[in-house]
């Protein structure tokens, strides 16, 4: 099976169930829209399948979009500057890793932000109320060597270079610039029954309105998959996405889960996915 490249370990990512998701959409199409693309995943997945020739990308994190635009756009700065920010740690580590996140917090330098996801606890980050990266270092870590990371930036960029456009926008402006050809790839932070907003992400989306923006889509003829788990923490809630007609709910064999592995279960996980109905019955 073809390798698929990606940038860092970046916990949410559908890395591993990219090529499976993909089986849903057709062998060729116009442009696959992420609106919600932490570290475009799917995108990367498409590109390497050669099933689309364009992409945009959005999130509402900026420095994470900038970040993906440096790295699809600039290889070789990127990788430089990975380079130059990674060496500086040799002297004191993790006082290195706190003195890059308050330049990130201050500055929102997306360099700094690849540091810091490359280096910080599984690779998850975390934001406080006031929307301040505040995840520790992995001390058993450096974080991804430069030549590894070098490689991770160039597998990507060659894939991606001078084919996708880039926002940051909240998901419902990305909505209105699709177009029938088009098709989206959700995978929205769940906010749900939480009532308080995921600390993963600094935002979250409200499911009702969610909901209301996907009536639209489909009323409009645009195709979709979204990966909709209903999870709140690691609390299963089962909210679904209620709408009958014009969409369709799957439960896709995800694999075993690495944490019932880890328990010596052997626990099945299962991705829930809607689909438009237009790519289930071509
Ligand atoms: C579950 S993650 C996506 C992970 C991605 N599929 C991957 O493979 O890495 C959800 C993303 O949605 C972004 N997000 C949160 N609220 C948003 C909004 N209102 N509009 C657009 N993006 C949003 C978050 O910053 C986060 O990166």
């Known amino acids: ?55 945009l990308l959005n999130d509402l994190n900026k420095p994470l979009v900038d970040l993906l635009k440096l790295v699809i756009e600039e290889p070789e700065y990127t990788a430089k500057k990975y380079k130059e920010i990674w060496t500086e740690q040799h002297v004191d580590s ?24 490359a280096r910080c606890v599984k690779g998850s980050v975390r934001y406080n109320s006031e929307g301040l990266f ?12 430069p030549s590894q990371m070098e490689k991770n930036i160039y597998d ?28 989206i790839y959700m995978d929205p932070p769940y906010q749900g029954v939480c009532g308080e907003k995921d600390s993963r992400y600094f935002s979250g989306i409200a499911h009702a309105e969610f909901v ?6 489909i009323k409009k003829k645009i195709s979709f998959v979204i990966s909709y788990d209903g999870q709140c923490g690691n609390k299963i809630y089962g909210n679904e996405i209620s709408i009958k007609a014009g ?20 626990e099945i996980t299962y991705e829930s996915l809607y689909i438009s109905h237009d790519l289930i019955n071509p």
């Open 1 to 55: 099976m073809k390798k698929i490249p990606h940038l860092v370990q970046y916990q949410g990512s559908k890395r591993n169930l990219a090529t499976q998701i993909l089986r849903f959409f057709p062998n060729k199409f116009g442009r696959l829209i992420e609106p919600f693309a932490g570290s475009a995943a799917m995108t990367i997945a498409c590109a390497s399948e050669r099933k689309a020739e364009r992409f």
């Open 94 to 117: 993790i006082e290195h890793y706190y003195e890059i996140r308050n330049k990130f917090n201050l500055t929102q330098d997306p360099m700094c932000f690849l540091y810091l996801l």
């Open 134 to 145: 505040n995840q520790s270092p992995d001390k058993r870590r450096k974080g991804t060597n």
């Open 156 to 183: 990507i960029s060659s894939l991606l270079k001078g084919k996708v456009d880039f926002h940051s926008l909240d998901y419902k402006n990305i909505f209105n610039m699709a177009l029938p050809g088009d098709i």
């Open 212 to 217: 209301e923006e996907l009536k639209q889509l």
């Open 247 to 266: 969409i369709k709910h799957i439960e896709l064999k995800a694999g075993r889960s690495s944490q019932a592995t880890l328990l010596g279960k052997n």
